[in-house]
Structure formats: C-alpha cells, structure tokens
C-alpha cells in the first residue's frame, strides 16, 4: 500500500506534535518533515515534496495563506504537485475566503476530530476536497452576499471569491433532477464523508457510491465534490 507523505507546517508545538504523533499511528501515513514557521516550512517542502502539506494559517514569519499561493504558484498546477490542507482556528469570513482564493486543496478547524482529519487527508490524496462544514457554510453565506463592502482589500478578495464560486453556474439548481438517494449522498459530501463513510452510512457498496457521485456532479454542472458542495449549499439542495 502506498503510504500518504504528509508534512506539516504549525508553529504551536503541542498542536504540531500531537497532529504527528496521532499521524504516526497509521500505517496509511507517513509524516516526512515538519517545521514551526514557513521559512522552514518552504523549504522543507523543497526538499521532501510531500503528497499532503497540513499548513496552519497563522504562521508567526508569513501568513499560511501566503504560503499556500507560493505553493501552488511552485507546482504550476501539475496534477501530482504538494496538495494543501488548511488547519485553522480562525473562521472569521476574510480568513476562509482567502485561504480559498489561494487554492488551497482541503479546509479544516482545529477543533476537528481526529478520524476527521484522517478522512481528510485520505479525500484531499485521491483527488478531492474536504470542507469543514463550518467553513462551507462561511463561503455559502458569502456568496449569497449582494453587495460587498467599499473596503478595498476586502472587496477584492471577496470578489475573485465570489466569481470563483459562482463561476458560470448562478442559475437556480432544481432539486427535483436529483433522485433522493443522491440528495442523501450529496448530504453527506457537504458533511466532508468520503466514499467508504457514505457507503457504511447508506448500506451501499462504495461503487454504488461513485456513481451517484459522478451523477450529481453531472447533474450540478460541478467539476469536484467541492463545487457540488458550495453549490447545495448555496441554492438550498441540503441544510
């Protein structure tokens, strides 16, 4: 089995060992650096070219956001490049729609469980995103905003936010498209469950799953379980 090469960058000691620590104890995972700050963190990466980089956005030398868009400026968007799960107390609205507007690849609270975030990394690896629930309803609530406020940076990042979320998909999704077992599975994507958790929940086997996956997104004109699940929330599909 191949392992998930995780590094992590978290400059709070107790939190940065007991993340690695709890890591170790998979065999799934295998933790290749760490560091306490992003100059350290940026070049760790460098040199160990992780699958994972769990980047805490409050770094004390550069803002984890920053370092997340130097990230996924380095990798030129190849497909096998350092993927970034963004570990955060902060869930203040400028916090989160930066740290999507800087691509990064997963969302998460600090206050997630720890089979939480181990599912995390297993979505974030095979392709897809994980949103903390929290954080999915912050870049709901903004993107339903109408009107943005006049402060200057705060209106840019909000707006290149908004147009990333809306994209070409601002008509009205009917929810009558989708069968029930898909709104039951599209439920739980915004939920942040990957394939194996839906098919546990639902008594279904996890191909079933990924075909009413591959539907919904057909179906809500989405690229990744990520836009699909921006875009329930949005139009009222889940709660």
């Given at each position: 089995m191949n392992k998930i090469r995780v590094a992590l960058?978290?400059?709070h000691d107790l939190t940065r060992v007991g993340i690695r620590t709890a890591l170790q104890q998979k065999e799934e995972i295998e933790v290749v650096g760490?560091?306490?700050?992003?100059?350290?963190?940026?070049?760790?990466?460098?040199?160990?070219?992780?699958?994972?980089?769990i980047v805490d956005i409050g770094l004390p030398d550069k803002d984890g956001i920053e370092l997340t868009r130097e990230i996924k400026s380095a990798s030129g968007g190849e497909e096998s490049a350092t993927k970034v799960?963004?570990?955060t107390l902060r869930d203040n609205k400028e916090?989160?729609?930066?740290?999507?507007?800087?691509?990064?690849?997963s969302y998460c609270m600090k206050d997630i469980r720890f089979d939480n975030l181990l599912e995390a990394l297993r979505v974030t690896h095979n392709g897809n995103s994980?949103?903390?629930?929290?954080?999915?309803?912050?870049?709901?609530?903004q993107a339903q905003q109408s009107t943005l406020t006049s402060e200057s940076a705060t209106k840019e990042t909000t707006t290149s936010v908004n147009t990333a979320i809306k994209g070409k998909n601002d008509e009205i999704i009917d929810a009558y498209t989708l069968t029930e077992r898909e709104l039951e599975v599209l439920q739980l994507i915004v939920e942040g469950c990957?394939?194996?958790?839906?098919a546990e929940r639902l008594y279904i086997t996890v191909g079933t799953v990924k075909t009413h996956v591959r539907n919904i997104l057909n179906k809500l004109c989405a690229d990744d379980?990520?836009?699909?699940?921006?875009?329930?929330?949005?139009?009222g599909l889940v709660g």
């Open positions: 960058i978290e400059d760490e560091a306490a700050n992003a100059t350290e963190g940026s070049q760790m990466l460098k040199q160990t070219h992780p699958d994972i980089a799960l963004i570990l916090a989160v729609l930066a740290a999507f507007a800087a691509g990064a690849d994980w949103i903390d629930p929290a954080i999915a309803r912050i870049v709901l609530q990957s394939n194996a958790v839906i379980r990520t836009q699909a699940a921006v875009r329930a929330l949005r139009s």
